[in-house]
């Protein structure tokens, strides 16, 4: 999913959105890895990239559930994970699984 995802950003995205927005969103991606990079202060860590469930299949636990399996099957899970999101919702979602905001940024 990830490599058809930047296929679609290097090869469709530029035409549907235009190369000013495309340079925008480079941008904003470049910026969130080094806010991360700042909250991990050096430390070693697991990263959860992006997580999604479809709209009709929410509120059923399958989030929840693949995101428990992935974190207790995980070799390194002795590790922290850290995480990123834009929606306040999800916030709540992932305090559910013990996840705890280390750093708000407006």
């Keep these: 999913v990830l490599v058809l995802l930047n296929i679609y950003l290097c090869v469709q ?12 969103m480079f941008q904003v991606d470049e910026w969130i890895k080094e806010r991360e990079k700042q909250v991990r202060n050096g430390r070693e860590c697991m990263i959860l990239n992006r997580m999604a469930v479809h709209r009709d299949y929410q509120g ?37 699984l013990g996840f705890k905001v280390n750093s708000a940024t407006i």
């Design 13 to 24: 995205a530029p035409f549907r959105f235009g190369m000013s927005k495309i340079r925008i």
């Design 60 to 96: 059923k636990g399958i989030g929840s559930s693949f995101l428990q399996y992935v974190l207790e099957n995980n070799p390194r899970k002795d590790l922290p994970c850290q995480l990123s999101t834009q929606e306040p919702r999800n916030v709540v979602f992932y305090s559910r």
